[in-house]
């Protein structure tokens, strides 16, 4: 499914996403009338300082202006590891833009995450993971880690490894591992999604209830409320 026909499918009453060097930006029009804020990443883009920066930086914008929830589309690479982005410190402008939804979120703008292509490392984290519901579309490939990375770590044999993830969900690249693990909530039928996103209009995102949700959405811990000072 291309992101177009996810876009069609999720926002029947128009939206005006667009796609700028694979970061996504824009706003969409909610069947309940309530517009939602719209980023993400596009055509498995790494993730670095100048794509982090400028996710943050419209949703911080929107925050005084717009009360809807915050949808966040994800088919990125993993983080970009180039010498120009450790330099400037890529895990701060990754750790702030995690913050920033998460701090959205506690701040009533309930954050939703659809992984339809690609997402790994510090790329995932700091977004589909970062939001209060993950909804994976089948044929989305999430890693935490890949299997080449966590043997060279780990000192154990690909096949090994392999052979592990088919039993332990830890770690494990793969949607079915992420839902099992319960950072996946949901997996894609159009109508459980599209709940998700509208739901969300209405305060509690992880409110929708659908079969086939591995999770049910809560609310962010003491942890996610002290990055923002909301209040319990």
Same mark, same amino acid.
């Given at each position: 499914?291309?992101?177009?026909?996810?876009?069609?499918?999720?926002?029947?009453?128009?939206?005006?996403?667009?796609?700028?060097?694979?970061?996504?930006?824009?706003?969409?029009?909610?069947?309940?009338?309530?517009?939602?804020?719209?980023?993400?990443?596009?055509?498995?883009?790494?993730? *670095?300082?100048?794509?982090?920066?400028?996710?943050?930086?419209? $949703?911080?914008?929107?925050?005084?202006? &717009?009360? @809807?929830?915050?949808?966040? %589309? !994800?088919?990125?690479?993993?983080?970009?590891?180039?010498?120009?982005?450790? %330099?400037?410190?890529?895990?701060?402008?990754?750790? #702030? %833009?995690?913050?920033?939804?998460?701090?959205?979120?506690?701040?009533? =703008?309930?954050? $939703?995450?659809? %992984?339809?292509?690609?997402?790994?490392?510090?790329?995932?984290?700091?977004?589909?993971?970062?939001?209060? !519901?993950? $909804?994976?579309?089948? @044929?989305?490939?999430?890693?935490?880690?890949?299997?080449? +990375?966590?043997?060279?770590?780990?000192?154990?044999?690909?096949?090994?490894?392999?052979?592990?993830?088919?039993?332990?969900?830890?770690?494990?690249?793969?949607?079915?591992?992420?839902? =099992?693990?319960?950072?996946? #909530?949901?997996?894609?039928?159009?109508?459980?999604?599209? =709940?998700?996103? *509208?739901?969300?209009? @209405?305060? #509690?995102?992880?409110?929708? =209830?659908?079969? *086939?949700?591995?999770?049910?959405?809560?609310?962010?811990?003491? &942890? *996610?409320?002290?990055?923002? @000072?909301?209040? +319990?």
């Amino acid at each position: 499914m291309t992101l177009d026909s996810i876009l069609a499918s999720l926002f029947p009453d128009g939206h005006d996403v667009r796609i700028d060097k694979g970061v996504i930006l824009g706003s969409a029009m909610l069947r309940s009338g309530t517009t939602a804020l719209v980023i993400g990443v596009a055509d498995r883009t790494a993730i *670095g300082v100048d794509e982090a920066i400028r996710l943050s930086g419209y $949703v911080l914008q929107s925050l005084d202006r &717009e009360s @809807g929830p915050i949808l966040v %589309l !994800v088919d990125s690479d993993s983080q970009r590891m180039s010498k120009r982005d450790e %330099l400037l410190g890529l895990n701060e402008f990754l750790s #702030h %833009l995690a913050k920033v939804l998460i701090c959205a979120d506690m701040n009533g =703008r309930p954050t $939703v995450g659809l %992984l339809y292509g690609h997402s790994a490392a510090g790329a995932l984290l700091a977004t589909g993971l970062a939001t209060r !519901v993950l $909804v994976g579309l089948p @044929g989305a490939d999430p890693a935490v880690m890949d299997l080449p +990375s966590m043997a060279k770590v780990t000192k154990l044999s690909i096949e090994t490894l392999q052979e592990k993830a088919k039993s332990t969900p830890v770690f494990a690249p793969g949607l079915s591992n992420l839902a =099992r693990m319960g950072a996946v #909530h949901l997996i894609w039928n159009g109508a459980a999604a599209r =709940r998700s996103v *509208g739901g969300a209009a @209405g305060g #509690h995102a992880g409110g929708a =209830r659908s079969p *086939g949700c591995a999770r049910q959405g809560t609310w962010w811990p003491a &942890e *996610g409320r002290r990055y923002c @000072g909301a209040r +319990s």
